[in-house]
Antibody, heavy 120, light 110 residues
Framework: EVQLVESGGGLVKPGGSLRLSCAVS????????MSWVRQAPGKGLEWVGRIKSKNDGETTENAAPVKGRFTISRDDSRNTLYLQMNDLKTEDTAVYYC???????????WGQGTLVTVSS | QSALTQPPSASGSPGQSVTISCTGT?????????VSWYQQHPGKAPKLLIYEVNKRPSGVPDRFSGSKSGNTASLTVSGLQADDEADFYCCSYAGSDSYVFGTGTKVTVL
């Protein structure tokens, strides 16, 4: 069974930093392309960014609203995905989901999400 | 990248069909056959229903079907059931290793 478990969410002040983790089991994490997707309270889904596998260059791409502030990384030895969030803004308040991507550019598996609240 | 446009709501009686549209541009929906659909029940994580426009993952009933014409993709839910009441989102690859989601549609089973 594929499981993605996010952690690290919480309350942080504007301008602060937070690092989210996503522990993955049940799939070949080393070969997986992974994404972060967020959902503000009562709002729709928003793609945050993605990281390819090491074999594919481990390249990352972020959505415009988080470019220069958020960094995606991975530790294949720990089967874990990370999202480092710096200079947080109130509009970053959301549930953050990690997803694993399929060959058809789909978000095949999702974690349960972790809530990040940015407020003074 | 602007969100793909979906109707805010759709509804149908049990046993009926409902179709949800997802309109983008030639840079996303119209440019790639990488449209996927997700169902999200309240308080839960989204679940993949359709990928590559019209393919269903194992375990997804064939009551769910997808299609695309030009810059607009569609999801049809046939034989509506009470448990189909949820939010539905489309998503498209948008080039340059990026994705864009739709605005979401709340489906109500009357």
């Amino acid at each position: 069974e594929v499981q993605l478990v996010e952690s690290g969410g919480g309350l942080v002040k504007p301008g602060g930093s937070l690092r989210l983790s996503c522990a993955v089991s049940g799939l070949a994490f080393t070969n997986a392309w992974m994404s972060w997707v967020r959902q503000a309270p009562g709002k729709g889904l928003e793609w945050v960014g993605r990281i390819k596998s090491k074999n594919d260059g481990e390249t990352t791409e972020n959505a415009a609203p988080v470019k220069g502030r958020f960094t995606i990384s991975r530790d294949d030895s720990r089967n874990t995905l990370y999202l480092q969030m710096n200079d947080l803004k109130t509009e970053d308040t959301a549930v953050y989901y990690c997803t694993s991507e399929g060959m058809g550019a789909q978000h095949a598996f999702w974690g349960q999400g972790t809530l990040v609240t940015v407020s003074s | 990248q602007s969100a793909l446009t979906q109707p805010p709501s759709a509804s149908g009686s049990p046993g009926q069909s409902v179709t949800i549209s997802c309109t983008g541009t030639s840079s996303d929906v119209g440019g790639y056959n990488y449209v996927s659909w997700y169902q999200q029940h309240p308080g839960k994580a989204p679940k993949l229903l359709i990928y590559e426009v019209n393919k269903r993952p194992s375990g997804v009933p064939d009551r769910f079907s997808g299609s695309k014409s030009g810059n607009t993709a569609s999801l049809t839910v046939s034989g509506l059931q009470a448990d189909d009441e949820a939010d539905f989102y489309c998503c498209s690859y948008a080039g340059s290793d990026s994705y864009v989601f739709g605005t979401g549609t709340k489906v109500t089973v009357l």
